[in-house]
């Protein structure tokens, strides 16, 4: 059978090979990478499958979708005009990405303290996910998208121009919530812990209101 290796995944074997087991390629959202590295990692204009390191890493996905994971560390990721995948791992991480539009992105700043920051482009279906730790999360959401705090002291920031319900939760932790909907039908719960909000419209609202 013939096999056939792109350059990018060349580029990830050969630095995956100078490590003490070459082992499989790692894998991103369900996708080998195309891309793996430490420190300062660049893609390519069209989709990439990026895979950090334990350290902490400067990761921009240079356009395209991209899928991102960073792992441990202290990561900056960036990632711009496409569906964007990211997941920040452990570590205090700072996601930002500039979606292309079509919706149904995903971003996870997994644990620790994390700074999102989200523009959908206008796209829906988006999902959130600050994980544990409190994260400070920046929000431009599309319509039907999905936020969630995870455990800490989060503050979430979120609008939507778009229609289309949007649920927040702030899930444990204290946390601080503000939202400017689009339309109606939203959801915005802050969970368990002491929660404010500071809501213009939302149909389901679970938290101590801030004027
Ligand atoms: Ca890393
Ligand atoms: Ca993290
Ligand atoms: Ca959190």
Redesign the pocket.
């Known amino acids: 059978m013939r096999r056939k290796l792109s350059l990018s995944v060349l580029a990830g074997a050969w630095l995956l090979a100078t490590g003490a087991h070459a082992g499989p390629v790692p894998s991103c959202f369900g996708m080998d990478a195309t891309l793996v590295g430490s420190g300062k990692i660049k893609g390519t204009p069209g989709d990439d499958v990026i895979v950090g390191s334990s350290g902490s890493d400067s990761i921009n996905g240079a356009g395209g979708s991209d899928r991102i994971c960073a792992l441990e560390g202290e990561d900056s990721i960036a990632a711009k005009n496409g569906t964007a995948r990211v997941d920040g791992g452990p570590g205090e991480d700072r996601i930002r990405v500039k979606a292309g539009g079509s919706g149904g992105n995903m971003v996870f700043?997994g644990d620790d303290e994390d700074t999102i920051s989200f523009d959908s482009g206008g796209g829906g279906g988006n999902t959130i996910d600050?994980?544990?730790?409190?994260?400070k999360m920046k929000l431009k959401n599309g319509g039907s998208d999905v936020v969630m705090?995870?455990?800490?002291d989060?503050e979430i920031k979120a609008g939507s121009k778009g229609a289309g319900s949007i649920t927040i939760s702030g899930?444990e932790?204290n946390d601080e919530i503000s939202f400017k909907s689009g339309g109606g039908g939203n959801s915005v719960v802050g969970g368990a812990g002491t929660d404010w909000c500071k809501v213009d419209d939302a149909t389901n609202v679970d938290c101590e209101i801030l004027d």
């Open positions: 700043g600050g994980g544990a730790g409190g994260d705090g995870g455990d800490g989060d899930d932790g």
